[in-house]
Every structure is written in C-alpha cells, then in structure tokens.
C-alpha cells in the first residue's frame, strides 16, 4: 500500500505513546538543519528529542563524509553506542538505530553488513519519507534508502518547530560544481533550488515562532535560482530583498558560498539590505592559480580579491570567512606562500583550515604529486596561526564599540548570556534571562582570540 506521509502520520500517531528520539549530528549546518527537520517529522509519530542516548528509542546518527576517516568514526561510534540498545532490549525493549546523513549516503548497504545493530540507512534526500521507514524497520524490516527521488522532500516536511531566535532556513541544495577533492555532488546530488514563496512563507513562520534572525542555508546558497510566482528566476541578491520585508525578520546571514557565484545582485544586497549581517563566509580553499585549477574551482586568486574588493565597496564595514585546504596533491612551498599571501592580502575575520584528505571517488582521489603529511601539518600550523592572529587582531580592534546582539542561549558562567555580534563573533554578556532571544545594545569590553566580552548598554 502506498502511504502519503500524512496518512502515516495520523495512523502512526493513533498507536503511538511519547517516544524518545536521540540524534548525533556531525558536519555542518545543513547537517544541523537536517537534523531539526527529521525531529520535526518523527514528532507527529511520538518521538520526542532527547540529549542523551540512554533508554532511546530510536537513536539516528547523522553523519559527515567530508573529511578524513569518516567512515571510520561513524563504525566506531555504532559501537560505542550500541551498549545503550543492548541495554534496553535486555530490559524487553526495542531501539531503532539509524545511520543517516552522508556516510549513509556514500557507504548505503556496506554499513549494514558490517554492523548488524543498524536497522535504517538513509540518505540526505530521503528524509521525508521517514515515517514509511520507520514503519517497516518497526516490522522488523532492515531499510536502506540511498535514493535521489524526483520529488522534494522540502515540501513533504511539516512546518518547522520552534528554532528559537536565530533560526535557519534552508533554500537550496546540493552541489554541480565538482571541486576535484570533494565528496558532496555524489552525497548531496544535483542543485536544487526552493521556489521563492515557499521560502518566503517559511520565514514567516519562523518569525512567528519567535525568530528574529534568519540564515539562508544551502550547499551553494548562492547558486540559488528559484522560480518566483510569476515565472521569473530569482537570485539570491532578490530573495535576499524579499525575506528582509518580512515583518519581524530582523538579521538576515547566508552560508555557505562559492567565489564563482557572486554577482552583481549580491554584492547590490550587501549595499542595500541593511538587515544583511556584514559578515561573509566565502571558501577560497587555496591562493595559489594552479592549485585553484587542480581543484577545478573556476576562478583565479585575484578573481576572489576582486570580489573581496567589491563586496568591500558596497559594505565598507563587512568582513570575511573562508575555508582554506593546506597540502592538496602537488602543492609546492610557492603555492602554500601563494595561500598565505592571499591571507595577508585579505585579512580574515574567521576560517576553518583543513589538511587534505583523499575522499574515494573524487578525482584528486587519483592524483599523484601527493604532498607529505609532514609537509602538510607544518602548512598548517602557519596558516592556522597566521589566521588567529588575523581575528585575534579583529577582537581586539572590537573592544569599545558597541554592537548589536541576539542572545541566543545562557552562557557557560551563571548569569551570563551568549549571543553573535553582526560580524559573528561569540559574545558573552552578564545579562538578565529576560533578554534571552532579544536583540540588545552591547558594548564590546574585551577580546580573547575565540570569544568576546560584554555589557548591556543602558541608556
Ligand atoms: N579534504 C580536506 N578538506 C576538505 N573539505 C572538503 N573536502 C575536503 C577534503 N577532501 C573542506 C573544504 C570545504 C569544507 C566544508 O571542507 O575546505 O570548504
Ligand atoms: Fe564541494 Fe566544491 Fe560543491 Fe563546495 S562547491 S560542495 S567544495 S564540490
């Protein structure tokens, strides 16, 4: 018999008791996203999030292949997580545990040959069908789900539950591009861009569920082309615009981006929508043009500059975030200076800096030329210091000013608040409860390399 999800959902929920629902995220903010979306979809079915393993009754691991020993580390934690469903089916009861996310995606069947625990494996397009998997694992039915369906799974979700004041919202996914060193066209599947209602319709929905920040999310979110309602192809410069007039959207962020697809209409948002944070996380991955093209990334170092210098004239105060990978087949000591010359040039406000790994599959997979793993952690070592040095210079140069920012969670230290100042620095402010999920004056009174801190400013 074939279900529609809501069907199930009734159906399901009509037998179903409060079941508790634990789920491991790894990887990045979709990986997050993701992970909120499937929460909101198992709840009609009585699965209620909880923080830790113990006594669960369905446990889904959702995992990241994006870096080294991916794989590894997710066998490993099956086994240190198992114990928990031992446990329980020794007390008479049942946990379902799922592996979802990428590694499912790229490993599918293989996972449940090597662990026999695992009852579900599920790829990042399928989670919409959910309830139907939960179903026939509930039957005793071992399921893997690595499909790319035609339809979307975007508009099989229920309406997102409360994400509290700073909430994404995802627009587009999946990845054409094919850098050569990497794994998400073949985990994540083609670019696919929502229409631009239905991302309009859902910021209003968050908004009424207490968001005041919204960030754009999606693999190559500014790849995004949606179809608008008269037809028209929307960038993301105008759905940019057209999220900022939504009445209670206060802070509009986007990530993550590609140098190749910046244009004109994005660079005019930066000018133009002041509610745009003036903040940019731009993966350059390397300084040097031959690497750039080994990558297959399409643009040059002084492409990237350029747009740097852009954005810069549109928005004098923005600042910028990047990935940077040290040590891809055949870089040089020239091409690992060409990296550092490009930080130099642009100075950065954060960045996340990887040591190459060999994904299987890839096309750098096949390249020889390999850089030596010594070689790679000392390139690391310099950039990553030259990098801290850069935001812990931009700190510094914070203390003083006063910023606005959202509180979004209690901070560690009793009576502290914590919360992103517009250039996303982590901010901790003593600070009344009362003012959790508000945007409020703060003066920037001092800086470490990580993290700043604050005072609420009285008038
Ligand atoms: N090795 C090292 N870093 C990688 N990244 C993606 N693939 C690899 C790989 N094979 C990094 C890139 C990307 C970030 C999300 O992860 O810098 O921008
Ligand atoms: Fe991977 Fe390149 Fe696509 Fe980013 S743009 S997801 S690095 S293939």
């Not at 040095?389 to 920012?405: C, I, L, P």
Request: net charge negative.
């Amino acid at each position: 018999m074939v279900y529609t999800v809501l069907e199930m959902t009734q159906n399901v929920q009509e037998k179903t008791q409060q079941k508790k629902l634990y789920i491991k995220t790894w990887g990045c903010q979709m990986n997050v996203y993701d992970s909120s979306r499937m929460a909101d979809i198992l709840r009609p079915l009585g699965y209620a999030q909880v923080d830790v393993p113990e006594d669960a009754d369905m446990m889904i691991l959702n995992t990241c292949h994006i870096r080294e020993k991916a794989t590894d580390k997710v066998f490993s934690e099956i086994g240190r997580l198992k114990e928990h469903k031992k446990a329980k089916e020794a007390k008479g009861g049942q946990m379902l545990m799922a592996v979802a996310g990428c590694v499912a995606q790229a490993e599918g069947d293989f996972i449940l040959q090597r662990a026999p625990v695992i009852d579900m494996v599920f790829g990042p397009q399928t989670y919409h069908e959910l309830p139907e998997m939960v179903l026939k694992a509930n039957g005793n039915e071992r399921v893997v789900n690595t499909e790319f369906p035609t339809i979307s799974k975007f508009d099989n979700f229920p309406e997102q539950q409360n994400q509290g004041a700073a909430a994404f919202l995802s627009i587009q996914e999946g990845c054409d591009k094919f850098c050569t060193f990497c794994v998400v066209p073949y985990t994540r599947g083609a670019e696919y861009s929502r229409p631009v209602d239905k991302i309009v319709e859902e910021a209003r929905q968050l908004v009424d569920q207490g968001a005041k920040e919204i960030t754009l999310l999606g693999q190559n979110v500014n790849a995004y082309h949606g179809e608008n309602t008269d037809g028209k192809v929307w960038g993301l410069g105008r759905l940019i615009e057209a999220v900022a007039e939504v009445k209670g959207v206060e802070q509009i962020r986007y990530t993550t981006s590609h140098p190749r697809d910046v244009d004109d209409e994005l660079i005019a948002a930066h000018r133009d929508v002041e509610k745009l944070a003036p903040f940019l996380h731009l993966p350059v991955q390397s300084g040097s043009d031959k690497i750039l093209k080994a990558m297959n990334r399409k643009h040059t170092s002084d492409r990237y500059r350029e747009i740097i210098a852009d954005m810069r004239k549109a928005r004098s105060d923005i600042v910028f975030s990047s990935d940077f990978i040290v040590g891809f087949p055949g870089e040089t000591d020239q091409d690992h200076e060409d990296t550092i010359q490009l930080i130099r040039d642009v100075v950065f406000a954060s960045a996340y800096s990887f040591k190459y790994s060999a994904r299987p599959g890839t096309p750098a997979a096949n390249m020889s030329n390999l850089v030596r793993p010594d070689v790679a952690s000392a390139r690391l070592a310099e950039l990553q210091d030259l990098i801290t040095e850069q935001y812990f210079d931009f700190n510094k140069s914070s203390v003083g000013k006063t910023m606005r920012v959202l509180f979004e969670r209690t901070g560690k230290k009793e009576g502290q608040l914590q919360g992103r100042t517009p250039f996303y620095q982590a901010i901790n402010v003593p600070a009344n409860e009362r003012l959790l999920g508000e945007f409020v004056d703060v003066k920037v009174t001092s800086a470490t390399a990580n993290a700043l801190v604050g005072e609420v400013v009285t008038i």
